[in-house]
């Protein structure tokens, strides 16, 4: 019995291929916004200075920032577990965590030591970890779920997710009674202790915040929950009812929790960095690991430096853990030195942070990248800060990461091997996808 004609056999690999081309144009996919600014007007946008600028920001991110916030940075393992680890055992009604990278080792045998103490203290505890992301074996989880903690991977790998594969939750969220929040670069992983200084020790940078924002930040996670187990938290443990925001003074630290979630079109990570830039009118400084700018965001930056802003990078060196990303980035080096853009990498190991600071007043710590991951296919959490004594302490740390670093300067650059040439330009080719 013929089950398919000539004609269906057509019809169907035209369907197939059709579907083949779509999925494709789906992997690669970015993001539309390559200029900022209304035609005929003298600026592109307003300075950070300006108060338009906050608006703006606000608008198109659709982020408040509200005032009220009490924010403390880390620099590095030394700073940032201390002060988690205490906050974690001090946790009286809940913890929620959402984090990308976990792996075995002492770090992660003291965090589960803490959930289950508290878990047994009676604190509502949940945990999601990225199904990719994490290598912990069945046995913690197990360990955990048995004293009392709730856990669920985020988009586990299967034929019947395939959709979602490319979709990471590269999220940092750690909240503690709702009102203390943590985000950052950080991951569950011994290679996070220390100062971030010497080899194996990975350089990265986290904050810690109370103020309106956990609020925010709790509601990131709870969005990812509810994918994750089909339950949309609500409650008093999780979400205490908000405090009166605090004026709007000279003290008062105005923040806002960024949740950037892939679509389709332009999304809210590329015009937080579409606008950070194009506000810049004095310094504009970037840390962030995995540098691959797009051709718009390159041209951000060209612009900026080309209005007088300094324009400086601090990106990985050769010690990256992705090195085909770190050979992409530096496909495009040349185009941002000629540009006018300062590029500098980080010598004495793998730097995983991820900042900005501009004109000393507007600066961002959290998990996104200047690649078209982060950009286009990734959840990821940014914390936004206007305020010029935070600014001041981000650009201080700034330059103090400089001084343990190497700068690429063209005339040298422009010498390396072919070796190195043809592998930046293979690399650069499937940059939408690393």
């Known amino acids: ?38 035609p005929g007007e003298d600026t592109c946008c307003p300075g950070i200075a300006e108060p338009a600028f906050r608006e703006h920001m606000e608008l198109l991110t659709h982020v408040d920032l509200d005032p009220g916030h009490e924010i403390e940075l880390f620099i590095n393992g030394d700073e940032t577990y201390p002060r988690l680890w205490g906050d974690l055992r001090s946790a009286k009604k809940s913890i929620t965590m959402q984090l990308y990278y976990c792996n075995k080792g002492h770090m992660a045998d003291t965090l589960l030591e803490i959930l289950v ?3 047994r203290a009676g604190v509502d505890i949940y945990f ?40 990471r939750a590269h999220i940092r ?30 350089r990265d940078t986290n904050v810690r915040f109370t103020g309106p924002a956990v609020r925010q930040l709790q509601a990131t996670f709870i969005v990812c929950w509810a994918e994750a187990s089909g339950n949309l938290l609500t409650g008093e443990k999780l979400l205490p009812a908000a405090s009166r925001p605090a004026s709007d003074t000279g003290d008062s630290v105005a923040a806002g929790l960024l949740h950037a979630s892939p679509t389709v079109g332009s999304t809210s990570a590329e015009r937080f960095f579409a606008l950070s830039a194009a506000g810049a009118r004095k310094r504009f400084y970037l840390s962030n690991s995995y540098f691959v700018p797009d051709r718009a965001f390159r041209r951000f930056l060209r612009d900026a430096a080309k209005r007088g802003v300094d324009v400086r990078v601090l990106t990985v060196s050769g010690k990256s853990d992705v090195k085909s990303t770190w050979y992409a980035g530096r496909a495009r080096y040349e185009e941002l030195l000629r540009g006018g853009v300062r590029i500098f990498e980080y010598q004495p190991s793998m730097m995983h942070a991820k900042t900005l600071v501009v004109d000393g007043t507007w600066s961002s710590v959290g998990s996104m990248n200047a690649d078209n991951r982060s950009m286009s296919f990734n959840e990821e959490s940014n914390l936004m800060m206007l305020d010029p004594s935070i600014g001041k302490q981000m ?40």
């Open 117 to 119: 103490e508290r878990a």
């Open 1 to 38: 019995m013929q089950i398919l004609t000539y004609g269906g056999l057509i019809l169907l690999g035209a369907i197939l291929a059709v579907a083949l081309v779509i999925g494709l144009l789906d992997v690669v996919r970015g993001t539309p916004v390559t200029s900022v600014g209304a």
């Open 395 to 434: 650009e201080k740390m700034f330059i103090e990461d400089l001084g343990y670093s190497e700068e690429i300067l063209l005339d040298t650059f422009v010498k390396r091997g072919w070796r190195a040439k043809v592998a930046e330009s293979a690399c650069y080719l499937v940059r939408r996808v690393l």
């Open 173 to 202: 969220v750690i909240v503690i009674d709702g009102v203390v929040g943590y985000t950052g670069g950080f991951g569950i992983d011994d290679k996070w202790y220390g100062t971030g200084r010497s080899e194996g020790q990975w």
């Open 128 to 167: 999601l970890h990225d199904a990719f992301g994490t290598s912990l074996s069945d046995e913690y989880f197990e360990t955990l779920r048995a004293a009392g903690v709730t856990t669920r991977p985020f988009r586990p790998i299967s034929f019947h997710s395939l959709q979602k594969a490319q979709h």
